[in-house]
């Protein structure tokens, strides 16, 4: 695709729901990041995959919130659990190594 | 770690000049500088690389400064298309993870 592309847009959840987020980065792009950017803040490192390294997910909050990425490609950013402090835009980005990162357009998570 | 921004916040009037700052306390590779509008993507501005000449994009330029490991953007002649918050992300010597700062948010009034 021309961009990286999230799904969904737009996600209402009730609390002790789980949820998947969905990333599929710029082809060929080796690196692919998620952060969190609760209302009004910056943006919260959460995982990074580098081509087929282990990940590193220095950032995840709690262990109800976990990351794949499969065949180097698309990603899923899973929350289990929902508590409404999940609450946020949640945003993929890819890049070639230290070159630019292409964000997403996010998906919005309410939990209610 | 995440750098530190400063200022968290400023306002201007068109045409005038303003610096934002980054500092990281790890040894760094690269700093880059993105622009948020409002409800929308970060958007990356420019990339200043260890060794690496000042950039610029439009009236928008950044230094780099590697051994006191900071960044600065100066806006110069701001535009009311400047308004936005501005992050800058920092990738580390050691992990190349690229991490950003809690912005600095512009607002450029006519």
């Known amino acids: 695709g021309a961009g990286v592309s999230q799904s969904p847009s737009n996600k209402v959840t009730e609390k002790g729901k789980d949820v998947e987020l969905r990333c599929d980065p710029i082809?060929?792009?080796?690196?692919l990041y998620w952060y969190r950017q609760s209302l009004g803040q910056g943006l919260e490192f959460l995982i990074y995959?580098?081509?087929?390294?282990?990940?590193?997910k220095s950032g995840l909050p709690s262990d109800r919130f976990s990351a794949e990425r499969t065949g180097g490609s698309v990603s899923t950013l899973t929350i289990q659990r929902t508590q409404q402090e999940d609450s946020a835009v949640y945003l993929c980005a890819s890049q070639v190594l230290n070159t630019e990162a292409f964000f997403g357009q996010g998906t919005r998570l309410t939990v209610v | 770690q995440q750098p530190v921004q400063s200022p968290q916040a400023v306002i201007l009037r068109e045409g005038e000049d303003a610096v934002i700052n980054c500092s990281s306390s790890k040894a760094l590779y690269s700093v880059h500088w993105y622009r948020q509008k409002h409800g929308e993507a970060p958007v990356f501005l420019m990339i200043?690389?260890?060794?690496?000449e000042q950039m610029r994009h439009e009236k928008i330029s950044a230094s780099f400064n590697e051994k006191k490991q900071q960044s600065s953007l100066y806006l110069t002649a701001s535009q009311l298309s400047y308004s936005g918050t501005y992050f800058c992300?920092?990738?580390?010597?050691?992990?190349?993870?690229?991490?950003f700062g809690a912005g600095t948010t512009v607002t450029v009034r006519a």
């Open positions: 995959f580098q081509g087929n390294s282990a990940p590193d």
């Open positions: 992300g920092t990738l580390g010597s050691n992990d190349y993870k690229l991490s």
């Open positions: 082809s060929g792009h080796t690196a």
């Open positions: 200043l690389l260890k060794g690496g």
